[in-house]
Structure formats: structure tokens, C-alpha cells
């Protein structure tokens, strides 16, 4: 039930093609899912981040859709570019003030140009 | 700019040697998390910390402890070395509260040999 899955493991897209990543959940009490990026030799960074309260939100390029019913969201990325080559993580948060994650798999995203 | 630092990019180890990997953040944060990241199994929370001298295991903490003497610096031991502890590992820190973000460290590729 604390498990988040996330697929496809690996993407190759073409430059300025739609990149969609998929992270489904069970526990009904996560209330936080944010997506992180990780560039090769560096640590994971905050992309962007939702809420269950809402069903979308966008930042540029970057989308989260958010099926609280299904308990699924997902990461679109717009007019992919070479330089989004990266592998992305989602994950979610229980209630609590510690600000522990339960992060999915890792998605390896390769744009091609 | 938030910073985290680990004390190594790359270590070496041999099976049965006793591991420190060292974290220290400047931004104050009352948590810091460890994680190992292996392909494909995302990452995984080891040990994690919401205050000075207070830890909480994560899903993994087998054959690790952890030791939080200071705010900024949350340190993973390795007791006895085993080459299936060979892996990334992350270090993250972030506020309580409202603002949940991570911010990660480069991480230390660890090989025990």
C-alpha cells in the first residue's frame, strides 16, 4: 500500500514530440505528489509538484494530470528537446511533518534530436 | 542556494570494512533522509532523520545505521561492507512543514569489492 509505480521504464522521443511518464498509487492518504528530474552525476531535483485537490497544473512544457479516482497521475512533457534527456521520478507523501517520500521507479527519457 | 554536499562522488571499499558517508546541508533543514538508488527499484529510503539525535528507519535500513550529532550533518554507516551494498547513495534534506521539497545531494557511488 506505501508503493508507487511508475512506468515505462525507458522513453525515447523524438525533439518536439510529447513525452508521457505514468505513476499509480493505493494509499489514499498520500496528499503530495511531486516529479523530480536527475541529469547524469547530479542528485534528483524538484520539477514540478500537485496536490490531490487538483487536477491539473502546468509549468511550461511541463504538466502533472492527476486521476484521483484511478490514483494515478502523470507527467507530460511538451515539445520535448534534447536537452529534457533525463531520468525522471515521481513520487508521494503521507501525512506527516517529516517529509518522508515514496518515490517510483525512475523513468529514463531520451530525446532524440 | 540550498546545499547539500557529501563528503565523496566515488568510494571504493572492501567486503567487511566499516563505511561513513558523510552529508552536511547549509540551509537548516530539520530533515535529512539517506536513499540508495539502483536501476529500475527507484529510490529507496534508508534512514531518515527529523531532528538532532533522532532517527527513524526507512524501508531498507539493514545492514545500516545513521548518526545525527549536529542539524547539518546526518552521516550512514556501514557496519561490515557487503558487495551487495554496492550502489548510489543519496542524500537529502528539507524543511518541516508546508514546504516539502528535497533537495539532494550529487550522491556517492559506492563499490565493495
Known amino acids: 500500500q506505501q508503493q508507487v509505480k511508475q512506468s515505462p521504464q525507458s522513453l525515447i522521443v523524438q525533439k518536439g514530440g510529447i513525452s508521457i511518464i505514468n505513476c499509480a498509487y493505493e494509499?489514499?492518504?498520500?496528499?503530495?505528489f511531486p516529479w523530480y528530474q536527475q541529469f547524469p552525476g547530479k542528485g534528483p531535483a524538484l520539477l514540478i509538484a500537485?496536490?490531490?485537490?487538483?487536477s491539473e497544473k502546468k509549468e511550461g512544457r511541463f504538466t502533472i494530470s492527476f486521476n484521483k479516482s484511478a490514483k494515478q497521475f502523470s507527467l507530460h512533457i511538451m515539445d520535448s528537446q534534447p536537452g529534457d534527456s533525463a531520468t525522471y521520478f515521481c513520487?508521494?507523501?503521507?501525512?506527516?511533518?517529516?517529509?518522508?517520500?515514496?518515490f517510483g521507479q525512475g523513468t529514463t527519457l531520451q530525446v532524440k534530436p | 542556494d540550498v546545499k547539500v554536499t557529501q563528503s565523496s562522488r566515488y568510494l571504493v571499499k572492501r567486503t567487511g570494512e566499516k563505511v561513513f558517508l558523510e552529508c552536511v546541508q547549509d540551509?537548516?533543514?530539520?530533515?535529512m533522509f539517506w536513499y540508495r538508488q539502483d536501476p529500475g527499484l527507484g529510490l529507496r529510503l534508508i534512514y531518515f532523520?527529523?531532528?538532532?539525535?533522532?532517527?527513524e528507519k526507512g524501508d531498507i535500513p539493514e545492514g545500516y545505521s545513521v548518526s545525527r550529532e549536529k542539524k547539518e550533518r546526518f552521516s550512514l554507516i556501514l557496519e561490515s561492507a557487503s558487495t551487495n551494498q554496492t550502489s548510489m547513495y543519496l542524500c537529502?534534506?528539507?524543511?518541516?512543514?508546508?514546504?516539502?521539497?528535497?533537495?539532494f545531494g550529487p550522491g556517492t557511488r559506492l563499490t565493495v569489492t
Open positions: 540551509m537548516d533543514h530539520e530533515n
Open positions: 532523520s527529523y531532528d538532532v539525535k533522532m532517527k
Open positions: 537529502a534534506s528539507s524543511q518541516h512543514g508546508i514546504n516539502y521539497e528535497q533537495y
Open positions: 494509499n489514499t492518504a498520500f496528499d503530495y
Open positions: 500537485i496536490r490531490p485537490d487538483v
Open positions: 513520487a508521494a507523501r503521507g501525512s506527516s511533518n517529516t517529509g518522508k517520500l515514496i
